[in-house]
């Protein structure tokens, strides 16, 4: 084989790969990244802030440890809790699979599905909260050149179509005072939720539970006092006992 074919082959290699390695550089710009957060604060403009107070970077308790929230939007038509995925490309996925498909150019790859832990951790909110989980509502929207090569539910967006999502609830489901309320909350910082803030199907378990329950005492044997199945009142003492004093 001569120079200059091998100097052709090698040309023609580069022009393949040159376009994937500029993408590559290209999704990973500190300035791309600074154009998305702009694109991302033009949506936070679209939401008026008289309607919508934001939250970001919410801790969450949950029965695994805390769960960070990216963004959470308080609003009489419900809370909203935004996941943000950054790729470029196709993404393939169907809502119950456990993973879906990136893929860019002949280069494919597989990610977690964002639906189920967000959902989790939206239930988590509502415990935290003290709401019902019907009220608070689970967005993701991709952020960059993104296709969606599949149907994807409504609550899976692109870049600012997270917004139309949001607004698209216009029944009043809380009152200002208590999108006040919940805001102050966030600010407070939230911690695990009391059983009166749990569903009444937890609650209904913990009773039975504590019902079932009878604290003994170690020398005695007797259900001490402030217990389930105690005696309600203190035993006169015998007269054994009294000797004892």
């Known amino acids: 084989m001569d120079f200059p074919e091998i100097v052709s082959k090698a040309s023609r290699a580069l022009l393949w790969w040159l376009p994937v390695i500029l993408l590559v550089g290209l999704v990973k710009a500190p300035w791309l990244k600074e154009a998305i957060a702009r694109r991302r604060r033009g949506a936070e403009v679209r939401l008026d802030p008289g309607i919508y107070l934001q939250a970001h970077q919410v801790d969450v308790p949950t029965p695994k440890g805390q769960a960070r929230i990216e963004h959470v939007l308080l609003s009489r038509f419900g809370v909203f809790v935004v996941k943000t995925e950054t790729a470029a490309g196709w993404i393939l996925g169907e809502p119950g699979e456990a993973q879906w498909t990136r893929q860019l150019y002949r280069k494919s790859s597989r990610f977690e599905n964002p639906l189920p832990q967000l959902e989790r951790d939206t239930h988590a909110l509502a415990a935290a909260l003290g709401i019902p989980a019907d009220d608070v509502h689970p ?65 209904e378990h913990e009773q039975r539970s504590d019902a079932g329950t009878i604290c003994s005492c170690p020398h005695c044997g007797g259900a001490l006092p402030g217990t389930p199945g105690a005696p309600t009142s203190k035993p006169e003492p015998s007269a054994t006992e009294i000797d004892r004093l």
């Not at 179509?161 to 949001?166: I, L, S």
């Not at 216009?170 to 909350?185: C, D, H, I």
């Open 139 to 203: 967005v993701v929207t991709f952020v960059g050149d993104t296709v969606f090569k599949t149907e994807m539910p409504p609550n899976v967006t692109r870049g600012v179509g997270f917004v139309d999502y949001v607004t698209s609830f216009e029944t009043p489901v809380f009152s200002e005072n208590e999108v006040a309320k919940l805001a102050q909350r966030l600010q407070r910082g939230l911690s695990p939720p009391t059983l009166a803030a749990r569903s009444p199907k937890a609650r």
